[in-house]
């Protein structure tokens, strides 16, 4: 099992920017991929953006398009996510994923809160 440790998270206005940053455990530059997932409350956990560090292909979420850009330093293990012209909907609670090969599921950090509000 990996372990997945989250930092960065915070309350914010509307139009700011935060980044959020995960170190993982091990070794993550051949994993087949990473991510942040948010679970809005009440909510199933959604992929916001998520990285292959195979070929470097990348995913985004419609409604952080453009907005986020997710990177992986390999040489550190760590996951960040920059988040610019964050909104109120964007609130929620941001959990780094890790998967190590396509057959296994996602394993999860703890979690590190994003408030967006005026």
């Known amino acids: 099992r990996v372990d997945l440790v989250e930092s960065g998270g915070g309350s914010v206005q509307p139009g700011g920017s935060l980044t959020l940053s995960c170190v993982a455990s091990?070794?993550?530059?051949?994993?087949?991929?990473m991510g942040w997932f948010r679970q809005d409350s009440g909510e199933a956990r959604v992929a916001v953006a998520v990285?292959?560090?195979?070929?470097?292909?990348?995913y985004y979420h419609n409604s952080v398009q453009g907005r986020f850009t997710i990177s992986h330093d390999t040489a550190k293990n760590t996951l960040s996510l920059h988040m610019n012209s964050l909104k109120p909907q964007d609130t929620g609670l941001y959990y780094c994923a890790h998967k190590r090969t396509h057959r296994d599921d996602y394993e999860y950090g703890q979690g590190t809160q994003v408030t967006v509000s005026s």
């Open positions: 091990i070794d993550t530059a051949n994993s087949f991929s």
């Open positions: 990285l292959y560090p195979g070929d470097k292909d990348t």
